[in-house]
């Protein structure tokens, strides 16, 4: 699809890099001729003026190498002329050609973008419903199914339906990301409140302590989003660390921004991996995170663009065995 459409604008640029060649060339042609045509025109008004001077000039055959040298410099410039435009063929095929290459390659990037977080939607989306039919299938084939296996049945196809209604939601989130947020004035302790409060069932199943350690700044922030993003670092934290391990939340000011930093002892993150985490649907290789920890890879691609939204940033730290460290940096509000 995009090698017809690369010919079709190479075509459109040269046509136009062509045009104006051929323009400019037939105004030279033009005004080559009319010089050389006022030369042929003064050299009858000399002939013409002195009859005699003509007759000997004739004589000598002076008048037609006049004459043969106009002709030659009309061909002469014709040629001139063609040699230029071929050059500029070639080099505007090359030229178009580089351009169009140059217009297309981001439409390109996005729509292979596109594809590929099509592809992998639908891979996410189509797991657990094969998972789910499967077992629905067999329990229907087993006529003596019990009520103790139906039960077993309908609470493994209840933790896939979640499964599902978790990636709805990520992908929505991901989708509504693009509308800008209303920024106001917020409490970061409350933010911060407001997202520990929400992991702290989690944190006590995975027996991992939270330790907070923020002062009362304030930032400029949609209070739900921000709190999102901090949901999103300490729910990997959580689920990610060990038990008896503990997840630190620093904030404090530096400059004109306000930093918060979610620190675990987990298993960190490979330095291979670390390029490519905040990508959609991307989850790091490892034993622990595709069998172990749930997810679908979209936690952190929300928190980059909420925090996008914010005009903030957010960086990792992490080494293998050691920990990983997420820092959020944003604007202080008044
Ligand atoms: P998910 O956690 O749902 O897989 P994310 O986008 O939140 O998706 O994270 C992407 C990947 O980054 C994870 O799959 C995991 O491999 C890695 N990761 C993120 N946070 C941590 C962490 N705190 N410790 C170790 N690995 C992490």
């Known amino acids: 699809m995009f090698r017809s459409a690369t010919t079709k604008l190479t075509l459109v640029y040269l046509t136009i890099i062509m045009a104006i060649s051929l323009f400019f060339s037939a105004n030279l042609y033009q005004l080559s001729m009319r010089e050389l045509n006022a030369g042929l025109e003064r050299q009858a008004t000399a002939y013409n003026a002195a009859p005699r001077l003509r007759d000997i000039l004739h004589d000598l055959g002076v008048g037609d190498e006049v004459e043969q040298q106009l002709n030659l410099g009309r061909r002469r410039v014709i040629a001139n002329l063609v040699y230029i435009n071929v050059i500029i063929l070639g080099l505007g095929t090359a030229i178009s050609y580089i351009m169009a290459r140059r217009s297309l390659r981001p439409i390109e990037d996005t729509m292979e973008r596109q594809n590929r977080f099509t592809a992998d939607a639908s891979h996410e989306l189509r797991t657990p419903l094969t998972a ?3 077992e629905i299938e067999v329990a229907l ?13 309908l609470e493994s196809n209840l933790e896939e339906v979640q499964r599902l209604e978790g990636l709805s939601s990520a ?3 991901l989708a509504r990301n693009g509308e800008a947020l209303e920024l106001k004035p917020v409490g970061l302790e409350e933010v911060i409140n407001k997202a ?11 027996r991992v302590k939270l330790k907070v350690d923020t002062k009362p700044l304030r930032v400029q922030a949609d209070r739900d989003s921000l709190a999102e993003v901090l949901v999103i670092l300490l729910d990997n934290a959580i689920k990610y660390s060990p038990a008896g391990k503990i ?3 620093r904030v404090y000011a530096q400059g004109k921004q306000a930093v918060i930093t979610v620190k675990d002892d987990g298993p960190g993150i490979a330095a291979q991996d ?11 290789d490892t034993s622990r995170s595709r069998t172990e920890a749930e997810g679908h890879g979209l936690g952190l691609s929300i928190a980059q663009k ?4 914010h005009h903030g940033t957010i960086a990792v730290d992490s080494t293998v ?7 959020l940096k944003l604007p202080l509000g008044a």
């Open 132 to 134: 789910m039919q499967s």
């Open 141 to 153: 084939r087993d006529p003596k199914l019990s009520k103790a296996e139906a039960r077993e049945l």
């Open 171 to 173: 992908l929505l989130k």
């Open 196 to 206: 520990t409060e929400r992991l702290a069932k989690a944190a006590k199943q995975q």
């Open 247 to 249: 997840v630190e939340i």
């Open 274 to 284: 670390l390029p490519y985490i905040f990508e959609r649907f991307y989850r790091a």
């Open 306 to 309: 909420i925090m996008e939204q």
């Open 321 to 327: 065995n050691t920990g990983s460290t997420f820092t």
